[in-house]
């Protein structure tokens, strides 16, 4: 018998017996684990901070924060978290427990850090539990040919290399116990100090990237996702992408879980051409992820569209970003509403253990609006049955009001502005129902065109008019053809496509990588996004979308119908603009970043979190852009990315995330850096110049996106190409030759070549002096040959 | 006039809230007492109109009279350079938000730091969160907004105006108090 006893580097022990007798009979091949497994078979020297825990990357933080210091707009001027409150805290004043507005500021980003984190990390535990219970936890993990780096962002972080559910499991209870501490310093009278409470919502965000990844990869190593696959399917898309001929049954959320346990009763039972599934928000691409003939009906903000629009026969209803008020609105339309997850009971009764038929029979016949389901089997069965009864019930029933009703109750208006108040774009509803009571709905669709489907015109309305239904009847004409093709989440980047771009990336020549993610609080609309991703995409930026930005830039078509999909490639590579998928694989696109640092410049990974930042921070021009940023999970993804050093844009609904984290150019003594060759102090142009940055409009979007790819390490040509593309954008959106060039020109051999009589004039007038071109670093003691030192 | 209550029925903020402004005299009045006035102007000021005069037209007269430079954010300086205007600076919304919390921070050599900064053409919900951090960070700097809809977080505001109301005030307070600086 060999047996090997094994106390892990995180002392715990491991039994391995090929052959163990016991009081209990006689086992072969036993493998015995207290505590949790730890890869000691991997080769690769673990760094210095594995599993950080809340401070051990504070330096870090503070360094980033000392450069790009948060400027903060506080929503509100009081603190009400207390029974000491409410405090007063204008005018420099301190709260009961000490606080002043700034630490109060700094507090509230933490909060909405720590609670995107938790929606994640809650969707990823269930994800990975439930895996482990369907599969086993020896289940082995995979994001597909041409990755041997798996789960970049982990292995980066915990120094552990997930090859097993068990082991996602593992770094799952890491991630949780990290949550647990942030969380608990947003409690009165813990943290005190702004530079802290921001180094904890870095520190948050950084685990969120881990719980993004380790969820993704539990789905696409066990749903059948495609797994890092640049030609992943083409997808139909929109509202009339749905057939009306079928029972259709709509998912709303983020869990694709229970949606697949749908599609498979409905496949096992022979009935799944009687049924048209479609989802909304990232359900809707992992339900394409997982069955390609399942429609992506739209982001978000088409929830209440399509529920009002009285197309579902069945709405179903998971975790994150759905309705509150879902059920009262089906109801309207007579669609029941199954609600599958503890995070979203919306009040509804349980009735997991009762009878299946029962269950449907009550659906049907309208006794009760919906029911909340915890059994994923019964589900599948309960949603399959009732839409399969309920289609031929709902035909009957009208959704919207008649244009001729629209014009009937319009007449009351009383034109108190109350709608357009409530609006949070500020858009002419009243203007919209006025033109109504002379029977012109044309302004009401165009209201629609630009809603973001919030309703809030609706609550404010003293008549009680339904202005959304108003909206989606008088654009009828439009969204009933909106179809539109999108590809499917392709999940993590490959070695090989790394391989291939991390050289010019780093040297500036591919000038950036755009990742446009998060949700749908356009302020006009989201043809930005689409209009942004093509021109970066001319100019040879590798573009990479995931989410409900995802889904809105196919929505927009070229003069022969294609949308961005059909018309570019979905590798990562210069012009081409891919899908990754659902909001959790917002981590490959992190996770591209690291593989950088990994493949190209060969540095390690594990536990290695600073010098990796670094590392991208100097050298990768990635640039992440949520134009529609709406929740807490994109605050949290956002600060995953600013940890990583890695700069954020959001549109201007984003300034309600009360701080923004900026660079000043005019002040030399921010942008110095060690030449890691030298050991000098080096000053650099201010690049990336801002770490968070809220836009005003488009126009400034793309000249911002462009600045934001600058790095310090650009080679002469890329530093060239990079500047051609900003002083371009500049000229275009600005109307004139920007005038801060010259702080980017380090050798004449930086001038882009045709604007060289322009530059040199600039050079001139500002004294121009040549410059150094370090190998760029924040961290002392990355300097090469031991001339650095603590910090 | 309509009440000096926030325009997006939800922006309530805290214990001190922007003072209506009754009479337009008020501005001229804190523009003559100021020493060094900064105007900010977004780019709404691209397709609003005050009469039949574009609101880049607008500013232009005004800084002319009064003698104040301009940011103007986004694209919308643009509009300034286009017409020949050079007495315009370029920032974001969120730099000029930024850089006014330096106090000693100013668009250009002896022309700050500034004491009073007016605004004019962003979003509803953006302007207050801007006014919100110049009202917490910078009490050096008193701000007053020029657009129709009342502000909370600015020192002064105009109430929520009507259209004429707006216009006939916007014409007021071209006219310098006491002659031009």
Not at chain 1, 28 to 56: A, Q
Not at chain 1, 132 to 141: A, D, M, S, T, V
Not at chain 1, 264 to 283: F, L, M, R, W
Request: aromatic share 8%; with cysteine.
């Amino acid at each position: 018998m060999k047996v090997e006893f094994a106390l892990t580097e995180q002392k715990r022990a491991r039994l391995k017996a090929d052959k163990l007798d016991t009081g209990f009979g006689s086992f072969r091949n036993v493998e015995v684990t207290i505590g949790k497994v730890v890869d000691d078979d991997w080769d690769e020297p673990m760094g210095p901070t594995p599993m950080p825990d809340v401070t051990m990357l504070r330096s870090w933080d503070h360094k980033l924060l000392t450069r790009y210091r948060p400027a903060y707009m506080p929503a509100c001027q009081l603190c009400c978290l207390c029974t000491f409150g409410k405090c007063d805290l204008t005018s420099g004043k301190r709260g009961a427990c000490g606080l002043d507005i700034e630490g109060q500021s700094a507090r509230i980003v933490l909060a909405a850090a720590n609670i995107g984190c938790a929606a994640h990390l809650a969707h990823s535990r269930h994800m990975v539990d439930h895996m482990i219970h369907e599969f086993g936890p020896r289940f082995e993990l995979t994001q597909g040919d041409g990755v041997e780096i798996e789960a970049p962002v982990t292995r980066l972080v915990t120094g552990i290399r997930p090859r097993t559910l068990e082991e996602a499991s593992a770094v799952l209870d890491y991630c949780e116990t990290q949550l647990t501490h942030t969380l608990s310093a947003v409690h009165t009278g813990q943290e005190g100090s702004w530079i802290d409470f921001e180094s904890k919502a870095f520190h948050v965000g950084m685990v969120d990237q881990v719980g993004m990844e380790i969820a993704d990869l539990a789905q696409i190593s066990t749903l059948g996702f495609p797994q890092s696959d640049p030609e992943a399917p083409l997808v139909e898309a929109g509202i009339s992408s749905m057939d009306p001929k079928k029972a259709m049954i709509l998912a709303i959320g983020h869990n694709v879980v229970p949606a697949t346990y749908i599609m498979d009763y409905a496949s096992e039972t022979g009935v799944a051409d009687k049924i048209d599934i479609g989802g909304i928000c990232c359900t809707a691409w992992d339900i394409a992820r997982y069955d390609a003939k399942a429609k992506i009906v739209g982001p978000i903000s088409w929830q209440l569209r399509f529920v009002r629009s009285g197309f579902a026969d069945v709405v179903v209803v998971d975790e994150q970003c759905i309705r509150t008020d879902i059920v009262e609105h089906a109801k309207k339309v007579h669609s029941p509403v199954i609600a599958t997850c503890d995070k979203s009971a919306m009040g509804l009764p349980d009735r997991t253990d009762d009878d299946v038929d029962d269950i449907v029979q009550d659906l049907v016949s309208g006794k009760i609006a919906g029911v909340y389901l915890r059994d994923h089997a019964k589900i599948g069965e309960v949603v399959v049955k009732t839409a399969i009864k309920m289609h031929p019930k709902r035909k009957k029933k009208g959704s919207l009001p008649s244009k001729a009703k629209i014009k009937e109750l319009a007449q009351a208006c009383r034109q108190c502005s109350e709608c357009i108040r409530a609006c949070p774009n500020n858009q002419p509803v009243m203007d919209a129902v006025l033109a109504a009571q002379e029977g012109n709905l044309g302004p009401l669709a165009d209201v629609y065109d630009e809603c973001i489907g919030c309703a809030r015109c609706e609550s404010a309305c003293p008549n009680d008019y339904e202005l959304h239904s108003w909206m989606v009847k008088a654009a009828e004409g439009r969204w009933k053809q909106e179809s539109f093709m999108v590809r499917s989440g392709r999940g993590a980047i490959k070695d090989t496509e790394i391989r291939t771009v991390g050289q010019p990336i780093v040297f500036g020549e591919i000038p950036g990588v755009i990742a446009h993610v998060g949700c749908a609080n356009y302020p006009d609309g989201g043809r930005a996004i689409h209009d942004h991703a093509e021109e970066f995409a001319k100019r040879r930026f590798i573009v990479v979308f995931s989410g409900c930005a995802a889904m809105t830039v196919g929505t927009i078509k070229d003069d022969e119908g294609k949308s961005i999909y059909e018309r570019r490639p979905g590798t990562f590579d210069a012009g081409s603009v891919l899908n990754v998928g659902s909001c959790v694989a917002n981590s490959h696109i992190a996770g591209a970043a690291i593989k950088i640092a990994s493949i190209f410049a060969k540095r390690n990974l594990r536990g290695n979190y600073e010098e990796i930042a670094d590392y991208i921070h100097n050298r990768v021009g990635a640039v992440g852009i949520s134009w529609g940023a709406m929740s807490q999970k994109a605050a949290s993804i956002a600060a995953g990315f600013w940890r990583l050093g890695v700069p954020v844009i959001v549109g201007p609904h984003g300034t309600k995330y009360r701080r923004m984290l900026l660079g000043r150019a005019d002040k030399a003594e921010d942008w110095m850096v060690w030449d890691a060759r030298t050991g000098d102090r080096v000053q650099v142009a201010a690049g990336p110049e801002h770490l968070f940055y809220a836009v005003e409009n488009f126009e400034e979007m793309m000249v911002m996106t462009a600045k934001l790819a600058i790095r310090p390490n650009d080679t002469a040509k890329g530093r060239s190409i990079k500047l051609s593309h900003y002083i371009d954008l500049h000229e275009t959106y600005m109307g004139y030759f920007p005038e801060d060039i010259h702080t980017y020109i380090r050798r004449e051999t930086d001038i882009p070549i045709t604007l060289k009589a322009k530059i040199h004039a600039q050079m001139k007038e500002n004294k121009w002096k040549e410059k150094p071109i370090p190998d760029p670093t924040l961290v002392r003691r990355l300097v090469y040959g031991g001339k650095g030192g603590g910090e | 006039m309509m009440r000096a209550e926030p325009w997006q029925s939800a922006e309530v903020c805290g214990p001190t809230k922007a003072q209506g402004i009754k009479k337009t005299a008020v501005v001229g009045a804190l523009i003559k007492k100021a020493k060094y006035p900064l105007l900010v102007v977004g780019a709404q000021a691209l397709t609003e109109k005050t009469r039949k005069k574009s609101m880049i037209d607008y500013f232009i007269e005004f800084s002319t009279t009064h003698n104040i430079p301009i940011v103007a954010t986004a694209n919308t300086i643009k509009a300034f350079k286009e017409k020949g205007f050079d007495n315009a600076y370029s920032y974001g919304a969120m730099e000029i938000t930024g850089r006014l919390q330096d106090h000693e921070w100013k668009v250009a050599p002896k022309k700050g730091p500034h004491d009073l900064v007016m605004t004019f053409g962003f979003p509803y919900y953006m302007e207050w969160l801007m006014l919100s951090a110049l009202i917490n960070f910078s009490p050096h700097i008193k701000t007053v907004t020029l657009g129709r809809y009342y502000q909370p977080h600015a020192t002064w505001s105009f109430p929520n105006l009507k259209k004429q109301n707006w216009n006939d005030a916007l014409k007021e307070i071209l006219t310098p108090v006491g002659g031009a600086k």
